[in-house]
């Protein structure tokens, strides 16, 4: 079993919408979870971190963490073309240096 | 401020040069990461220095050498590479090891073996 599973899409959702990207991690000891957004050819980008079950919102963007499900979850709303990019899923436990990432979705905006 | 700086942002390398990649970050974090990333893949670990001292390697070939200069520096030494080596390679800090720390990565180096 992978430490951090997520589908690779490819997710398309209208401009305006709501994207739903969803991620699971195999290991109850895992503590801090992390959403990064990579465009084609660049380096990850760092748009959300939580470390409690529930909601952590920032601005457009929602984190959704349930730990008893071990599920993980990034919301966007109104999402924009500009949000077209590859969304990476993190999971870090609580002893150790390594960053576990998901395999990434792909998102599309669609104008 | 949440920098990390790389250099050079583009290598092109035979595969008998001898080259290095340079990482840099200065917000006082002490664990610093080497990823490779393969097209359409996620970053996959290579080195891990916390406080200065290598913690993880991730059984990496000996024509990568990572280096760690001081808190503030990481350098990879490159010799003798193969053309699927070629890859981004990405550079990340955290502020800490174990613990709720994120990780923040720099811009990358693409690698081209020829």
């Known amino acids: 079993q992978k430490e951090v599973e997520q589908n690779s899409g490819p997710l398309s959702v209208p401009e305006g919408a709501i994207a739903s990207l969803n991620c699971t991690y195999s290991d109850r000891g895992s503590q801090s979870f992390f959403w990064y957004r990579q465009y084609s050819g660049k380096s990850p980008e760092l748009i959300m971190f939580i470390y409690s079950n529930g909601d952590k919102e920032d601005g457009r963007f929602t984190a959704q963490l349930n730990k008893a499900s071990q599920y993980v979850s990034l919301l966007i709303r109104d999402s924009q073309p500009s949000d077209s990019a590859t969304y990476l899923c993190a999971v870090k436990r609580n002893t150790g240096n390594q960053f576990y990432f998901g395999t990434g979705t792909s998102l599309t905006v669609i104008p | 401020d949440t920098e990390v700086t790389q250099t050079p942002k583009h290598l092109v390398m035979g595969m008998t040069n001898k080259k290095s990649l340079k990482c840099e970050q200065h917000?006082?974090?002490?664990?610093m990461y080497w990823y490779k990333q393969k097209a359409k893949k996620p970053p996959e670990l290579m080195f891990v220095?916390?406080?200065?001292?290598?913690?993880i390697n991730e059984s990496v070939p000996s024509r990568f050498s990572p280096e760690c200069p001081n808190s503030s520096l990481l350098n990879l030494h490159l010799h003798a590479l193969q053309p699927e080596d070629s890859a981004l390679y990405l550079c990340?800090?955290?502020?800490?090891?174990?613990?709720?720390?994120?990780?923040?990565f720099g811009p990358g180096t693409r690698l081209t073996v020829t």
């Open positions: 917000m006082g974090h002490r664990a």
């Open positions: 990340a800090s955290s502020q800490g090891l174990a613990g709720l720390f994120a990780q923040y």
């Open positions: 220095y916390s406080y200065e001292k290598l913690s």
